[in-house]
C-alpha cells in the first residue's frame, strides 16, 4: 500500500498570503495525483488531477506540481472561501487508493 | 448539475448489519464507475470500494473484504453499500463518489456529503 503523508497538518494564513502544502508519498506514483478540498457539511471538491491539472471551475490561484514521490499545492492568494482541509490523493497503484491525513487551512 | 445523495446511516450494534445507499442524479449514472470512501476525524480520509458500471466488477479495501459489498441499480440511479459484521472502527462519515471519466483516471469528480454511521452496543 502507498502512504501519502502531508504535511503541515494545519497551516495558519492570512487573507491574500500565499499557502503552500507538502504531499509525499511512499513510492513513486509518476503524476497519479489529485487534490480535493474538503469543508465541513459540504462535498468534497477535486482541486487538482494529474498532480498539476485544474479540475473544470477551479480559480487560477490554486496551482499544483510536482512527480515522483514530492508533491505540491499552492494557493497563490488565500481568500476567505479558501479556508479548509485539503487532501491528496494517489491513483497510480492500487487497490487500495490511498489520500494523505490532510492539511487544514485555517485564518491566522 | 451533477447531485450524489447518501442515505441510510444510523447507529448500529456491533455485528450488526445496515445498507448504505446513494443516489444520483444529473449525469448518466449507468456510464460511471461508483466508490465508496469514508471520513473519520483525526484520519482522513479512506476508500473502501470501487464498482463498475454494470456492477459486476468490483474492488475492495482489506479492511472490509468479506463484510462489506457494494452494488448498485442503474434503473434506480442509485449506488449501494452492504455493511455487514460491523465494527466500532467503522463508524464514520461514509461519502459515495463518481470516478472521472474516460477510463483509467482513479480520482473522483464528484461525491455526497455524506452519511454518518456509528456503530456501538
Known amino acids: 500500500e502507498i502512504v501519502m503523508t502531508q504535511s503541515p497538518a494545519t497551516l495558519s494564513v492570512s487573507p491574500g498570503e500565499r499557502a503552500t502544502l507538502s504531499c509525499r508519498a511512499s513510492?513513486?506514483?509518476?503524476?497519479?495525483l489529485a487534490w480535493y478540498q474538503h469543508k465541513a457539511g459540504q462535498t468534497p471538491k477535486l482541486l487538482i488531477y494529474h498532480a498539476s491539472t485544474r479540475a473544470t471551475g477551479v480559480p487560477a490561484r490554486f496551482s499544483g506540481s510536482g512527480s515522483g514521490t514530492e508533491f505540491t499545492l499552492t494557493i497563490s492568494s488565500l481568500q476567505s472561501e479558501d479556508f479548509a482541509v485539503y487532501y491528496c490523493?494517489?491513483?497510480?497503484?492500487?487497490?487500495?487508493?490511498?489520500f494523505g491525513g490532510g492539511t487544514k487551512v485555517e485564518i491566522k | 448539475e451533477v447531485l450524489l445523495v447518501e442515505a441510510g446511516g444510523d447507529l448500529v450494534q456491533p455485528g450488526g448489519s445496515l445498507r448504505l445507499s446513494c443516489a444520483a442524479s444529473g449525469f448518466t449514472f449507468g456510464g460511471y464507475w461508483m466508490h465508496w470512501v469514508r471520513h473519520v476525524p483525526g484520519k482522513g480520509l479512506v476508500w473502501i470500494s470501487r464498482i463498475n458500471p454494470t456492477g459486476r466488477d468490483t474492488n475492495y479495501a482489506d479492511f472490509v473484504k468479506g463484510r462489506f459489498t457494494s452494488s448498485r441499480d442503474n434503473a434506480k440511479n442509485t449506488l449501494y453499500l452492504h455493511m455487514n459484521s460491523v465494527r466500532p472502527e467503522d463508524s464514520a462519515l461514509y461519502f459515495c463518489a463518481r470516478e472521472a471519466p474516460n477510463g483509467g483516471n482513479y480520482y473522483f469528480d464528484s461525491w455526497g456529503r455524506g452519511i454518518p454511521v456509528t456503530v456501538s452496543s
Open positions: 490523493q494517489q491513483y497510480n497503484k492500487w487497490p487500495p487508493l490511498t
Open positions: 513510492q513513486s506514483i509518476a503524476g497519479s
